[in-house]
């Protein structure tokens, strides 16, 4: 059961954001065209949840290793030469996704000193805009996952011979 929530902990979540936006877009629709009038808190609360479905989206795009990646020029090389070049993107990548987690979670921690709270939720955006850093963390992470896996199943020739669309 641990294992099941963990493998698709994001999809759930994106799922479950996904429909609270939806749900709240579809609210707003009805009100408008009902009383003529709008609700407030469902286009606050469907932009949050937008924001959420993003950037866990991030970490399911990373988990099932299908982020666009430019390849064409590493086609001709031996599957050798071009895992290592794959090896020194993904490590770029990480070391890019954890700078802007940093970078995001220092903005965040002094949004906490001096919060700034949402008009009509009446929630503090930190809580919101926490999900940016967690986000590339957890992407992080699934890229590392990846080549865990694949080192450990003996697949690596997959991961390129996927890429060039075989």
Known sequence: MLRKIYNNFEEYFCAFT???MVM????QVLIRVIAGSSLAWTEELSRYS????VYLGIAVVAKRNA???V??????????VQ???RAIADII?????????????TVI?????????????????????????VGFVIMSWRVVEVWINNIKHGTLNEMVRDEEGV
């Open 18 to 20: 996904m429909a609270i």
């Open 24 to 27: 709240c877009l579809m609210v």
């Open 50 to 53: 937008f924001l959420w479905s």
């Open 67 to 69: 982020h666009v990646r």
């Open 71 to 80: 390849t064409a020029q590493f086609m001709l090389m031996p599957k050798k």
């Open 83 to 85: 895992i290592i070049f």
């Open 93 to 105: 990548w990480i070391g890019f996704t954890l700078y802007i987690a940093y970078l995001s979670w």
């Open 109 to 133: 921690k002094d949004s906490m000193e001096f919060p700034e709270i949402s008009p009509t939720l009446q929630i503090a955006k930190h809580w919101v805009e926490l999900i940016i850093p």
